[in-house]
């Protein structure tokens, strides 16, 4: 079994729309949470951040980290065209040999058509 | 001006052949990672350095092998290619921010095809 899961879609939905994108873990020592976009034939960028459990939210975005479910999701909306790329969850332990490492899920490919 | 790059950006090659894979970033970052994409795998790490004397083997490090220049510079080799390693292949650097926080930059990638 990996250590994060991700449903890799791909997710289609029209414009306007709420996404809902989800990874679940299994490393309890996972203590940072990250979501990539990655458009295509680019390399992913950061697009939120978060530590612990709790609630972020970044303009249309809002991540949010249930540690006790060891469950993230990613919620997007009004969704828009230029959202369309793949997602992918990334998380960190704090500490040790795994600090600074990240461990990514699969992705999911997000297409928001017009 | 990207802070990250990558070369070649494509590469196709036989099976055998002894292959390197270039990354330099201006970032001034002292982590530098390499990682593979396949797809429903997502990314997965192969090597990472802390600083020039740190090499660390990652997930999947079997028929690879790192250099790392200088601070800027870490490449990536396959001494002898084969085609399982046909991947998106990706440098990425960082530095500790506050709080932990290791964001993880990320260049264009170079696309391997091992024939």
């Known amino acids: 079994q990996k250590e994060v899961e991700q449903d890799p879609g791909p997710l289609s939905v029209p414009e306007g729309a709420i996404v809902s994108l989800n990874c679940t873990y299994s490393n309890s020592a996972f203590q940072y949470f990250m979501w990539y976009r990655q458009y295509s034939r680019k390399g992913p960028e950061l697009l939120m951040y978060?530590?612990?459990?709790g609630n972020k939210e970044d303009g249309r975005f809002t991540a949010q980290v249930d540690k006790s479910s060891k469950y993230i999701s990613l919620f997007i909306r009004d969704s828009q065209p230029s959202d369309s790329a793949t997602y992918l969850c990334a998380m960190s332990a704090a500490g040790g040999t795994s600090y600074g490492k990240l461990t990514f899920g699969q992705g999911t490919i997000l297409t928001v058509h017009p | 001006d990207a802070d990250v790059t990558q070369t070649p950006r494509n590469r196709i090659t036989k099976t055998g052949k002894r292959i390197m894979l270039e990354c330099s970033q201006t970032?001034?970052?002292?982590?530098m990672y390499w990682y593979r994409q396949d797809p429903g795998l997502g990314l997965r790490l192969i090597y990472y350095s802390f600083d020039v004397k740190d090499i660390n083997k990652g997930e999947i490090s079997d028929g690879y092998s790192v250099s790392r220049q200088a601070q800027a510079k870490f490449s990536l080799s396959l001494e002898s290619a084969i085609p399982n390693q046909t991947a998106l292949y990706f440098c990425?650097?960082?530095?500790?921010?506050?709080?932990?926080?290791?964001?993880?930059?990320f260049g264009p990638g170079t696309r391997l095809t091992v024939l």
């Open positions: 970032k001034g970052h002292d982590r």
């Open positions: 990425a650097t960082s530095d500790l921010g506050t709080g932990g926080r290791d964001e993880q930059f």
């Open positions: 978060t530590y612990s459990s």
